[in-house]
């Protein structure tokens, strides 16, 4: 319970109070990233689902969005911006790091952030067309898997900026391969759930799991060609991307 109210307290803007706290907890919370990521579904859900009873899809899906992220304060979403600014040109290693850390947004980062909202509201309004228990699995999944993604970067690749002017530094250490298995089984607990209660099926979710580790893949390649390893905006983008890809893994013609 600790270790989740720290992940909870890290990842979204709820007024989590401890009574002290030990630096190691930062980097051993990560097992219950998926967990923080079902409840961040939830919200967007019940919006969601609340939304389309008085207002036509699209807006209900704009709500959902908007709600999810007022929730984490634009967490992830920042580092999506900041490393779409850092790689999208063609700059050397430390350049790249240092664009990373300006708080000034970019055209790559705006173009990412912007076509980023805009496919995640436009995949939204089309699940909130179909049976309501389909966006709701849709965003919980999303949720949970996206941040299951930004943990095995973390645990796959070694840290890729300068550890002392991490902005998180236990998260800047190695995190151990148990904290990547609880991840994964919080992912597994929600995958049989949602398919027990028939609110989604088998192959939807494995076409969304594929999706998430697809998108994981890829990000560790770029970030490993491009960094030597993952930043905190990285797992950002990862995140951010791996969101969209379950999104669109629920909303395919399976």
């Known amino acids: 319970m600790r270790l989740f109210l720290v992940a909870l ?11 002290r706290f030990e630096p190691a907890w930062l980097n051993d919370c990560v097992r219950h990233f998926p967990l923080v990521g079902m409840l961040v579904g939830a919200v967007g859900a019940a919006v969601l689902v609340g939304a389309v009873q008085f207002w036509p899809a699209w807006i209900a899906a704009l709500l959902a969005l908007t709600a999810t992220v007022a929730l984490t304060g634009g967490f992830h979403e920042d580092g999506l911006a ?6 999208g040109g063609v700059v050397p290693r430390d350049r790249a790091l240092a664009i990373m850390k300006d708080s000034r947004i970019g055209s790559y980062g705006a173009l990412a952030l912007g076509l ?3 496919l995640r509201a436009a995949l939204l309004a089309v699940l909130a067309t179909r049976p309501l228990l389909g966006a709701v699995a849709a965003l919980l999944a999303g949720h949970a898997l996206a941040r299951a993604a930004a943990v095995g970067v973390m645990v796959s690749l070694p840290y ?7 902005k ?4 800047a250490l190695a995190v151990a391969p148990r904290n990547f298995a609880i991840a994964m089984l919080w992912c597994g607990l929600l995958t049989v759930a949602l398919a027990a209660c028939g609110i989604a099926s088998w192959s939807r979710l494995g076409a969304a799991l594929a999706a998430a580790v697809a998108t ?3 990000m560790r390649l770029w970030l490993k060609r491009r ?6 905006d990285g ?16 909303t395919a013609a399976l």
């Open 227 to 232: 960094l030597g390893g993952y930043t905190g």
């Open 168 to 171: 998180a530094k236990p998260l």
């Open 9 to 19: 307290q890290f990842l979204t803007r709820l007024p989590v109070r401890l009574s």
């Open 216 to 218: 994981a893949g890829l």
């Open 82 to 87: 900041d490393t779409f600014d850092a790689l």
């Open 160 to 166: 890729g900026g300068d550890v002392e002017h991490a």
């Open 235 to 250: 797992l950002g983008a990862t995140e951010q991307l791996a969101e969209i890809a379950v999104l669109l893994a629920f």
């Open 116 to 118: 980023s909202l805009l």
